[in-house]
C-alpha cells in the first residue's frame, strides 16, 4: 500500500487527526448520559450551533457540497485509481462524503450531534489536503 517507508509516519497521524474529531464526539456522547455538565454543555451547544453554523440553509449547502465531493472523488477514483494509496484514499474520502450525507439529512437524536457533523467536515478537509498532497507533491 505504502511503498515509501518514509510515507508511514505521516499517514499514521494524518490517520489519527481525521479520526480524533469522531472519536471526541462519541466521547461526548458517551459522557452525555453520564454527566451533567456534559450534558448541559451540549444542550448549550446545540443551541448555539443551531442559530449559527446549522440553519436550514447551511445544512442544504453542506449537503451540496458533501454530494460534490463524493462526485468528484468517484469520478477520480475511476479515472486516476492507478495506484493502491490513491485508490484507498479516495475510498476513504468517499465514505466521509457518504456518511456525512447521512448524519445531515437524517440527524439522528444524538446529543453530541453537531460534534459529530464537525467531525465529518474535518475529515474530509483533512483527506482532500492529503489527497493533493500526495497528488502534487509526492512523486509516483
Not at 9 to 28: C, D, E, N, R, T
Not at 48 to 70: M, N
Amino acid at each position: 500500500m505504502i511503498k515509501n517507508r518514509k510515507m508511514i509516519l505521516p499517514y499514521l497521524l494524518i490517520s489519527i487527526l481525521q479520526f480524533s474529531g469522531i472519536i471526541l464526539a462519541m466521547v461526548l456522547e458517551d459522557l452525555s448520559s453520564k454527566k451533567m455538565g456534559v450534558a448541559r454543555y451540549l444542550v448549550f451547544k446545540k443551541q448555539e450551533f443551531t442559530s449559527s453554523f446549522f440553519t436550514p440553509f447551511l445544512i442544504q449547502i453542506y449537503t451540496i457540497l458533501f454530494v460534490i465531493g463524493a462526485i468528484i472523488c468517484l469520478l477520480l477514483l475511476i479515472t486516476k485509481g492507478k495506484n493502491w494509496g490513491m485508490i484507498l484514499s479516495l475510498l476513504v474520502a468517499v465514505a466521509a462524503n457518504i456518511i456525512g450525507i447521512i448524519f445531515i439529512q437524517f440527524q439522528m437524536e444524538l446529543q453530541a450531534y453537531h460534534f459529530f457533523v464537525i467531525g465529518m467536515i474535518i475529515v474530509i478537509v483533512v483527506q482532500y489536503g492529503w489527497l493533493l498532497f500526495n497528488r502534487f507533491f509526492q512523486k509516483n
